[in-house]
């Protein structure tokens, strides 16, 4: 997972995530299941881009856990932006990839927001990907008949602690998916009384 803060300048170096507010952290999550070719180094570039223009800076990388590949990062808030200016922007871009390719209604996002998540889905066209910024969260994977299916949510801090309670789902694209789908059915968005659906891989590392 790599953590980036709200725009911050370089000279803010952190070793730990006890040097950076909680209020800054942006804790960022990749998994790619059976990534191909040059996949992982594109995918990585484009997120490190969309983390660029949300306005965040990286401040740890952890180094890759090779199986299927899992990157860690915490980025932090830079000096002009604040948590709750890059939810919202989260938020906006949320809509916007609904939009996009899921037929949802319009909104406005800034347009290279949207172009790197859509470089991001063709990056990874035949692989199933778990990838979390912050609150917002993508997840893409293939049936048994190889049609790709894709969801957006932006969790509320209810979910992320049920995530981070059932961890093996950042290692489970298809069971974090159907997850995604049932909070979504939820009423008040809390998921305080869900199950999430046992893991069909070995417990994967935690979300934080």
């Not at 995530?17 to 952290?25: F, L, R, S």
């Not at 906006?92 to 609904?98: D, F, S, Y």
């Amino acid at each position: 997972m790599k953590k980036f803060l709200p725009n911050s300048d370089s000279s803010n170096s952190c070793t730990s995530t006890a040097d950076i507010p909680d209020e800054e952290q942006v804790p960022v999550f990749i998994y790619l299941e059976n990534p191909r070719g040059d996949e992982i180094e594109r995918v990585e570039l484009l997120v490190h881009a969309l983390c660029e223009r949300l306005g965040l800076d990286l401040v740890i990388e952890h180094p890759p856990e090779i199986g299927s590949w899992i990157r860690k990062l915490l980025f932090r808030t830079k000096q002009t932006a604040t948590s709750d200016l890059v939810l919202a922007k989260l938020q906006k871009l949320e809509r916007a990839v609904e939009l996009q390719y899921l037929d949802k209604p319009q909104a406005t996002v800034d347009e290279a927001h949207l172009r790197h998540i859509a470089e991001i889905l063709a990056a990874t066209t035949e692989d199933n990907v778990v990838l979390q910024i912050g609150m917002l969260i993508l997840v893409t994977w293939h049936d048994s008949q190889d049609r790709r299916h894709v969801l957006i949510k932006t969790l509320t801090s209810a979910q992320i602690s049920v995530l981070k309670q059932h961890n093996y789902l950042y290692t489970d694209a298809e069971t974090m998916f159907q997850f995604l789908s049932y909070l979504d059915s939820d009423k008040d968005g809390s998921g305080g009384a869900i199950s999430p659906p046992k893991p069909k891989q070995p417990l994967g590392p935690s979300a934080e």
